[in-house]
C-alpha cells in the first residue's frame, strides 16, 4: 500500500530564538515524529531545509522543515516536490492556526492562506492549494496589530503544555494519515 502523503511539511522560523514560539507549532510536530521513529533531520541544499525520511510500509515519506523563514516557505517546499514528483494532493502542510484555541488541531485539504505568510508563499510558489493542512490552534490575540508579536512570542507554560499536548495527539494519527484514512482522522481530531 503506498503511503498518502509522500511530503509532510513543518512550518516554523529558523534558530533557536524562534523554536519556542507559537509560530513554530509545526516544526514542533515534525519533532515529535522525529522523535517518536528516531529520525534525524540534515541539511539539504537543494531545498534550503532540513530534511528526515521515515520509511512507512516499504514507502519513504519526507520531512521537511524549511530554513527559509515562514514567509518564504514555498521554495523549498516547491523545490522538494517537483524533484521528486510530489503532487500537492500528497503534501501535508503542518502550521500554527491564529483562529482556533490553543490545543484544538484540526485537518483540512485546499482552501486559501487565511493570513497566513507561510501559506500564502507555498501556495504561490507550488501554484495550487490542493494541499492538506494539519491547522495546530495556538489562538489569537484579540486585535490584528498585535498578531506578529503574538506569533513570535512564547507561550505560558500552561499554553505550552496545551499545545504540545495538542502535537503529541496529532502526532498519534499519523499512520491513519499516512494510510489515506483522512476522513477518519477528521471525525476524530474534530471530535
Known amino acids: 500500500m503506498s503511503a498518502k502523503f509522500r511530503l509532510i511539511v513543518g ?3 529558523p534558530s533557536s530564538r524562534y523554536e519556542p514560539t507559537r509560530h513554530n507549532a509545526g516544526f514542533w510536530f515534525l ?3 522525529a522523535s517518536r521513529h528516531r529520525l534525524t533531520f540534515r541539511a539539504d541544499q537543494r531545498t534550503q531545509g532540513l530534511l528526515a525520511k521515515l520509511d512507512f510500509e516499504g514507502e519513504t515519506v519526507f520531512l521537511l522543515k524549511p ?3 515562514m514567509n518564504r516557505s514555498g521554495g523549498p517546499v516547491a523545490a522538494l516536490a517537483s524533484y521528486c514528483k510530489i503532487a500537492p494532493g500528497q503534501i501535508l502542510i503542518a502550521h500554527d492556526e491564529l483562529d482556533f484555541d490553543p490545543g484544538v488541531v484540526k485537518l483540512k485539504v485546499g482552501g486559501g492562506h487565511g493570513g497566513h505568510n507561510g501559506l500564502r508563499d507555498i501556495i504561490g510558489k507550488l501554484g495550487s492549494a ?11 490575540p484579540g486585535y490584528g496589530e498585535d498578531v506578529s508579536d503574538y506569533v513570535l ?12 499536548a495538542a502535537v503529541v495527539r496529532a502526532a498519534d494519527f499519523l499512520p491513519d494519515l499516512l494510510r489515506g484514512k483522512i476522513e477518519s482522522v477528521m471525525n476524530l481530531l474534530h471530535a
Open 130 to 140: 490542493d494541499f492538506y493542512r494539519l491547522r495546530i490552534g495556538i489562538g489569537h
Open 11 to 13: 512550518l516554523g522560523n
Open 67 to 69: 530554513m527559509t523563514f
Open 153 to 164: 512570542d512564547r507561550p505560558s507554560r500552561h499554553e505550552s503544555d496545551i499545545l504540545l
Open 31 to 33: 519533532d515529535e515524529i
